[in-house]
């Protein structure tokens, strides 16, 4: 996806955060209404997974109230770590799926089309921009979650943005960080949070992403010959030289010791401000390019879409359309989704008066256009991140491998992947 295109879809869906819906101010949407009974007994049950984990808990209370308000029963499925697809997949094949879950990916819709019911009669889709709408074969088979975006979150008590606004300066930074007995830049060991998001940036700077992606997967293009790859290298291996080996570190404690102030900053999502909440963080904080190449632009995207199960029964299909007109239309499900989830919305007229400081820094990238496109879940192979380039960045942390040696395995592993 080019730039301009994401910046006009992403745009048109936050400036459509200030219309008005006229869904919303009733308690339940109409068509959950249908499923409520006056004795309160269950009026049907369906399942949730999806791989978000840091609304997971917020999800389980969405359930309960849902259930009172309705009298369909949700169960959320437990997410484990970095297996989720895998594990969906291995659910769908075996017919034991769940009726609603999430996708990441236009490779993985392509991958599960067979399990993905239409959606085109949900009741608040014309109030959502058509481009953030997942399809596959003109059907429309998922909705958008929300609007995320990635960077360098940084304290600005501890640094300023014009020392980590070019290579060089990142790097020196990440030095200087560890003389001073500090974290300059931290990753965690989880597969997106180690090296699939990271590895966005110089994909999505090159003039044609796609084609790019393409003339990597044809053997046309080594990436450790592109200068952005070089680029990144050089922050990988000053984290590499100078900090704790980020395979010892959870995504919980690199969040946590951020907010304490350990860190000075970590490349992460709005999505993490959540749990700063268990601290008493009394800094400011933003969200920063990372400046490879010249870059100044943080990576904005559509991080995944509920999706509802093809092959479950007639009845268990209309329960889960139901939800999600809930979710969407009602007051309640907008609570969850603005304040409680900390979504930034999708659906016009959806308010979100409170962003926190993160999620403000993506919505405000989005109205100046100072974004770049999450190549990695349009073009990238399906899977490739948790099967084959955490595996990469493991052996670069933990061994001797140069990093010239660690951007011709990322590479190998594309090629690999994509023509599997």
Known sequence: MKKRKIVSLVLATVLGASMVLGGCGSKGGSDASNTEGASGESKGKITIFQQKTEIYDQLKELAKDYEKETGVEVEVWQISGDDYYQNLKTYMSSESGPTVFSLSSSTEIAEMSAYLEDLSDLSFLDKINDDLIAKSDDKTVGVPMTAEGFGLVYNKNLISEDQINTTDALVQTIKDATADGETGLGLSQEAYFLIGQILNTPFALQDDPAQFCQDVYDGKVNIADVKEFQELGQIFEAIKENQKNPLEVSYDDNCGDFAT????????????????????????????????????????????????????????????????????????????????????????????????????????????????????????????????????????????????????????????????
Not at 331 to 356: C, H, Q, R, S, W
Request: hydrophobic residues 40%; negative net charge; glycine residues 6%.
């Open 261 to 420: 102030g350990k860190t000075e900053m970590i490349h992460q999502g709005n999505w993490c401000y959540s749990l700063f909440s268990s601290y008493d963080v009394d800094f400011d904080m933003g969200i920063a390019p990372l400046p490879i190449a010249g870059n100044k632009s943080i990576a904005v995207g559509v991080p995944s879409v509920w999706c509802v199960n093809t092959d479950a029964s007639d009845s268990d299909k209309q329960l889960a359309k139901d939800f999600l007109n809930w979710l969407y239309t009602s007051e309640t499900g907008a609570d969850y989704l603005t304040n409680k989830f900390g979504f930034i919305p999708v659906v016009d007229g959806m308010e979100a008066d409170n962003l926190d400081p993160l999620s403000q820094a993506v919505s405000d990238a989005i109205a100046e256009g100072n974004i770049i496109p999450w190549t990695f879940n349009e073009e990238w192979p399906a899977g490739i991140i948790t099967t084959y380039l955490v595996q990469n960045a493991e052996e670069y942390f933990s061994s001797d491998m140069t990093t010239d040696e660690f951007l011709r395995a990322l590479n190998d592993s594309f090629v690999t992947a994509a023509n599997e």
